[in-house]
């Protein structure tokens, strides 16, 4: 059987469309909004111009139907594993957390779980390689790097009110 064919589309003020057509030659799109959305087109078989179905997801929905997409052992958050045993994961820092407001460097993450803050995303920016006077926001994403125990580990501290 052929394989399946894809195919990128910018959309200038809308996003980006993914155009996928199957090894059985069945014809689906998905459009990724600017605004995190994303919208799943399926097209009929007998006509691959046609569209048959089209649903509309939110950014949370989106990440559910990606959860589901993905081997059991992947995360939305993991973002990279190695045979190494190392993971790169995206935590959130919530706006109760005792961390808010302080600086990096007093929350010892390396001493304490063996897990690395790599980067930090606020906002549209992302600071790489924060330095130990850092000082966190509630709504910041950390990137982190260790092991999985090291991960949690940090999630849990992340994560103290």
Known sequence: MPASR?????????????????????HLSVIAHRDGT???NVYRADDPDA???????????????????????HSSNVLHTTDLGLVA???????????????????RMRTETGASVVAVLRRAEAIPSPTPDFRLAGGDTLIVIGTREGIEAAAAVLGRE
């Open 38 to 40: 994303r919208t799943v």
């Open 51 to 73: 569209c048959a179905q089209s649903l509309h997801l939110s950014s949370t929905e989106t990440a559910s139907l990606i959860d589901a997409l993905m081997p059991d052992h």
């Open 6 to 26: 894809m195919s990128t589309t910018p959309l200038p003020g809308i996003g980006v469309q993914y155009d996928l057509t199957t090894r059985e030659h069945r």
């Open 89 to 107: 994961e995206r935590i959130e820092l919530s706006a109760h957390s005792h961390w808010n407001g302080r600086v990096l460097g007093d929350m």
